[in-house]
């Protein structure tokens, strides 16, 4: 079994940047793929970043490029998203997800998800 928790989300203004983090426990395999996606209301979930826990072979929605950023920890079983200069069209559930993947933007390949935690970004 693998356990995704997801922390820091909350209310920011346009501009501003928040940190969002996602603690891994159980067994995680050294191929597995650790990703971001975001769901706003009415609007079907999103891929946002992916990572390997090595740290090799990032990417990134076009929406966020230059903008985020996704890093991982595999001696904590943590990964990171850096989110900088946000937008009210951020504004979303933030979920984290990983899984031996072959598609990293696509929902239906992870086999693990998080419950979520919500970002607001004000005009």
């Known amino acids: 079994q693998v356990q995704l928790v997801e922390s820091g989300g909350g209310l920011v203004q346009a501009g501003g940047s928040l940190r969002l983090s996602c603690a891994a426990s159980g067994r995680i395999f050294t191929n597995y793929v650790m990703a971001w996606f975001r769901q706003a209301p009415g609007k079907e979930r999103e891929f946002v970043a992916g990572?390997?826990?090595?740290?090799?072979?990032?990417g990134y929605a076009d929406s966020v490029k230059g903008r985020f950023t996704i890093s991982s920890d595999s001696a904590k079983n943590t990964v990171s998203l850096q989110m900088n200069s946000l937008k009210p069209e951020d504004t979303a559930v933030y979920y984290c997800?990983?899984?031996?993947?072959?598609?990293?933007?696509?929902?239906?390949?992870?086999?693990?998800w998080g419950q979520g935690t919500q970002v607001t970004v004000n005009s």
């Open positions: 990572i390997r826990w090595s740290g090799v072979s990032t």
């Open positions: 997800a990983t899984g031996s993947v072959l598609v990293r933007t696509s929902t239906r390949e992870y086999d693990y």
